[in-house]
């Protein structure tokens, strides 16, 4: 697993540096995903490529900091919430709904408002708290891909 956080040193940092105006927190961060999402020929998310949620925010924000992103065919992308949404019927459709229902472990670190505001004003502890939240993401994908993967049809959808 590869992982990277914006760190208390980095929001002090950073935020005497402005780019348009605009206080530029994670060009570090973006430098690091490129670098890294470019060694794979596929990626699994959790509604990350709908509108405003991760591959949208991460595009914009490396066309706003000059950072390389990759075009479109260059990595595969299995967003595995359109793969819930198409072959289960629940209630409800969140990542930790979904891994209750089939008893895949996750979601040991509930994300609140507060943890955000925390994280947001360089609390280490919020900082890590919310990596191990996302640390748990990123575990449970595996084993709900195994399980529905077998419904899945071929198709390539890119980042």
Not at 58 to 75: Q, S, W
Request: charged residues 30%.
């Amino acid at each position: 697993m590869y992982e990277d956080v914006i760190s208390p040193k980095d929001i002090q940092r950073e935020a005497r540096t402005k780019l348009d105006g605009e206080i530029v927190i994670d060009k570090r961060i973006l430098k690091n995903f490129y670098d890294t999402v470019t060694k794979f020929d596929k990626i699994f998310v959790y509604w990350g490529k709908n509108r405003r949620h991760d591959i949208p925010f991460l595009r914009h924000r490396c066309l706003k900091t000059g950072i390389p992103f990759p075009f479109y065919g260059e990595i595969v992308l299995i967003d595995m919430y359109d793969w819930t949404k198409s072959f289960l019927s629940l209630h409800s459709y969140k990542l930790e709904v979904v891994c209750k229902e089939f008893d895949i472990p996750a979601k040991g670190h509930p994300l609140t408002g507060q943890i955000w505001i925390k994280a947001n004003a360089g609390n280490k502890k919020a900082l890590q708290y919310i990596l191990e939240h996302n640390r748990e993401d990123v575990i449970c994908l595996e084993p709900l891909y195994e399980m529905l993967e077998p419904f899945a049809r071929r198709q390539r959808t890119s980042i």
